[in-house]
């Protein structure tokens, strides 16, 4: 359901992405791993038009991404997102941030949306935390609003931006247990994560993105276990045995 | 000390009228101004370049003119161009074109101190550049912005002493009428002066309580 054919991203002078050719679809979990600077965030930006892309071509449900057209509004709605550093609305408790999409983008009413939006906390294990606010809120259960926050507008895929990188070592695995049950749900996720423990049991295929190219891709299994490129294997040995 | 008591029960009355004129055009224009300076503010960050230069250039000009020479110039030159206003009205759309450049860049710099995750966070709900400012980015930009707007506001309800040079009878204009025909500069400017105090404190002391109300609300 998400296409990505030959994509080439700069900033300037600066080549990030190099050709990407990819395509998820509808209830796979695809990881995608490398070093940092490889273009995976950037990637993950480009399918929900946070950034632009030169040349090449990304669409969603045979729909161009393209930040020009109003369609992209739409295409947002369809393809949720999941931040590194949350981004919740501050100024708005739990339940609110929660509620804000389908109540005020999705027009829904206010009973049922507030509704859903309890349902949702409810799964992510923040029942007691509905009215809260943010900055009184942990990193792992801030996080885990974000992703009711994603769930609540019903989205066909949602992408996560190593939505662990910036969580206390103990907070990581509430997180990944959320995310693991929406696998077996069979969400549609594009996850960039160094959680390789986490991609080896949950996704389904992987991407290895090294120097703004897909260098390596196949099933989860495969490419963790034995990976073939040697930028992979370097990588893996080094994530896995930092020390 | 008796003297003073007794001659300021007889100038008082006289300087109250100016008050209620004082209070009447801060407030007019910093309405004014606080609208304006919302729309400059909005022009500068819309991301359309030739608004956000245009505005750009509009404040830089107003910022830098004198607020005397501002509203002599809307009080004397522009009925010559068919715009014939009272005194006034003059006064108070001269001080809120001047501070609505100073309070569309406090404004400006308020939004911009809104993170880019909360733009983004917005856009990724599928939110619309108009809405995500309403509801996202302007309620974060004005918690932010609180402390210099409310500096804004005082140094308005003090600068609204300038508006006397084109005969608005506001304190001060009461008060430099009053000492020229009484001669008793000490008493009548002692009285302007705590007059002033008497607007100005209360706001300070406001503003620092919506100051403390905001910062918990966060």
């Given at each position: 359901?998400?296409?990505?054919?030959?994509?080439?991203?700069?900033?300037?002078?600066?080549?990030?992405?190099?050709?990407?050719?990819?395509?998820?679809?509808?209830?796979?979990?695809?990881?995608?791993?490398?070093?940092?600077?490889?273009?995976?965030?950037?990637?993950?930006?480009?399918?929900?038009?946070?950034?632009?892309?030169?040349?090449?071509?990304?669409?969603?449900?045979?729909?161009?991404?393209?930040?020009?057209?109003?369609?992209?509004?739409?295409?947002?709605?369809?393809?949720?997102?999941?931040?590194?550093?949350?981004?919740?609305?501050?100024?708005?408790?739990?339940?609110?941030?929660?509620?804000?999409?389908?109540?005020?983008?999705?027009?829904?009413?206010?009973?049922?949306?507030?509704?859903?939006?309890?349902?949702?906390?409810?799964?992510?294990?923040?029942?007691?935390?509905?009215?809260?606010?943010?900055?009184?809120?942990?990193?792992?259960?801030?996080?885990?609003?974000?992703?009711?926050?994603?769930?609540?507008?019903?989205?066909?895929?949602?992408?996560?931006?190593?939505?662990?990188?910036?969580?206390?070592?103990?907070?990581?695995?509430?997180?990944?247990?959320?995310?693991?049950?929406?696998?077996?749900?069979?969400?549609?996720?594009?996850?960039?994560?160094?959680?390789?423990?986490?991609?080896?049991?949950?996704?389904?295929?992987?991407?290895?993105?090294?120097?703004?190219?897909?260098?390596?891709?196949?099933?989860?299994?495969?490419?963790?276990?034995?990976?073939?490129?040697?930028?992979?294997?370097?990588?893996?040995?080094?994530?896995?045995?930092?020390? | 000390?008796?003297?003073?008591?007794?001659?300021?029960?007889?100038?008082?009355?006289?300087?109250?009228?100016?008050?209620?004129?004082?209070?009447?055009v801060t407030l007019l224009s910093l309405g004014l101004a606080t609208l304006l300076g919302l729309i400059w503010a909005l022009?500068?960050?819309?991301?359309?370049?030739?608004?956000?230069?245009?505005?750009?250039?509009?404040?830089?000009?107003?910022?830098?003119?004198?607020?005397?020479?501002?509203?002599?110039?809307?009080?004397?030159?522009?009925?010559?161009?068919?715009?014939?206003?009272?005194?006034?009205?003059?006064?108070v759309v001269?001080l809120a074109l001047t501070y609505s450049c100073y309070i569309g860049e406090t404004f400006r710099?308020g939004i911009?101190?809104?993170?880019?995750?909360?733009?983004?966070?917005?856009?990724?709900?599928?939110?619309?550049?108009?809405?995500?400012?309403?509801?996202?980015?302007l309620?974060?930009a004005f918690?932010?912005v609180v402390?210099p707007y409310a500096n804004n506001m005082v140094m308005l309800l003090?600068?609204?002493?300038?508006?006397?040079?084109?005969?608005?009878?506001?304190?001060?204009?009461?008060?430099?009428?009053?000492?020229?025909?009484?001669?008793?500069?000490?008493?009548?400017?002692?009285?302007?002066?705590?007059?002033?105090?008497?607007?100005?404190?209360?706001?300070?002391?406001?503003m620092?309580?919506v100051?403390?109300?905001?910062?918990?609300?966060?």
């Amino acid at each position: 359901m998400i296409k990505l054919e030959d994509v080439h991203k700069s900033f300037g002078d600066h080549e990030v992405l190099k050709g990407v050719d990819a395509e998820i679809d509808k209830g796979q979990v695809v990881c995608l791993i490398g070093p940092s600077g490889s273009g995976k965030s950037t990637l993950l930006r480009c399918i929900n038009g946070l950034e632009t892309y030169q040349s090449g071509q990304i669409s969603v449900d045979g729909e161009r991404v393209d930040v020009a057209s109003p369609r992209i509004h739409d295409i947002r709605t369809r393809v949720s997102m999941v931040f590194q550093r949350f981004n919740l609305f501050p100024h708005r408790t739990a339940i609110e941030n929660v509620m804000e999409g389908p109540r005020y983008v999705l027009k829904q009413e206010q009973a049922s949306a507030r509704q859903k939006a309890e349902q949702l906390l409810v799964r992510v294990g923040l029942e007691d935390k509905l009215d809260a606010y943010p900055s009184a809120l942990s990193g792992g259960q801030q996080q885990r609003v974000a992703i009711a926050r994603a769930l609540a507008m019903e989205p066909e895929a949602i992408l996560f931006d190593e939505p662990t990188s910036a969580l206390d070592p103990e907070m990581v695995g509430e997180v990944l247990q959320v995310m693991r049950a929406l696998a077996e749900e069979h969400m549609t996720m594009l996850v960039v994560t160094h959680e390789i423990l986490f991609a080896r049991e949950v996704a389904d295929s992987v991407l290895f993105l090294d120097g703004g190219r897909i260098v390596e891709e196949g099933p989860a299994g495969e490419v963790l276990r034995q990976p073939k490129n040697e930028r992979t294997q370097d990588f893996l040995r080094r994530v896995t045995h930092p020390v | 000390m008796t003297d003073f008591i007794a001659s300021a029960g007889v100038y008082l009355p006289i300087l109250l009228k100016g008050v209620w004129l004082t209070i009447a055009v801060t407030l007019l224009s910093l309405g004014l101004a606080t609208l304006l300076g919302l729309i400059w503010a909005l022009f500068r960050t819309s991301g359309i370049r030739w608004l956000a230069l245009a505005t750009r250039i509009f404040v830089e000009f107003v910022r830098g003119v004198p607020i005397l020479v501002v509203l002599f110039y809307i009080y004397f030159v522009m009925p010559e161009f068919g715009l014939d206003l009272t005194a006034f009205q003059a006064g108070v759309v001269g001080l809120a074109l001047t501070y609505s450049c100073y309070i569309g860049e406090t404004f400006r710099a308020g939004i911009e101190a809104v993170d880019k995750g909360q733009v983004e966070a917005a856009k990724s709900i599928g939110m619309k550049t108009p809405m995500m400012m309403r509801r996202v980015v302007l309620p974060q930009a004005f918690r932010i912005v609180v402390p210099p707007y409310a500096n804004n506001m005082v140094m308005l309800l003090k600068d609204s002493s300038q508006v006397s040079v084109i005969s608005v009878a506001e304190l001060t204009m009461q008060g430099k009428m009053l000492a020229s025909s009484t001669f008793d500069n000490m008493t009548v400017f002692t009285l302007v002066a705590l007059l002033y105090l008497c607007l100005t404190i209360p706001l300070n002391f406001a503003m620092r309580r919506v100051e403390v109300a905001m910062g918990s609300a966060k």
